[in-house]
């Protein structure tokens, strides 16, 4: 009879490198599909007459927990013009919500996606 203690010492060793280098590589595709969702929403406040002004304050920050990557994109209110992207995007009882904030994450997401699966199957080959 085989002693499998050591081949289950091995496949959790094998997993916690996956588990830390894998964390690494998926926050790279995040942060790359949030750099392009950002540009995207930049794009599409630069063509608006009334709120172009806000372009600059689009932004994103990553916000971790152990094992999670997060990321957040959209108008920073403490940068100038900032304070319009409530306006811009859901309105007001005057008017305005003329911007689609889930676009740029409908166009992202694909790709995104994509990207995980491929890096899914890179990981899956190093076990």
């Known amino acids: 009879m085989r002693d499998g203690s050591s081949e289950l010492r091995q496949l959790a060793t094998s997993l916690g490198h996956v ?11 995040l942060k790359k599909g949030v750099d392009n969702m950002k540009r995207e929403m930049v794009a599409d406040v630069s063509d608006s007459e009334h709120f172009k002004g806000m372009a600059g304050a689009i932004s ?12 957040v994109v959209g108008p920073d209110k403490s940068r100038h013009g900032g304070g319009l992207g409530n306006i ?19 166009s992202e997401e694909p790709k995104t996606l994509r990207a995980l699966a491929d890096l899914l199957d890179r990981w899956a080959d190093r076990l």
């Open 88 to 106: 811009y995007y859901f309105g007001t009882s005057r008017g305005g919500g003329t911007g689609d904030i889930d676009k740029p994450l409908r």
């Open 60 to 71: 994103y920050e990553s916000h971790y927990l152990p094992g999670t990557a997060k990321w």
């Open 19 to 29: 588990a830390g280098g894998a964390l690494k590589d998926v926050d790279a595709v």
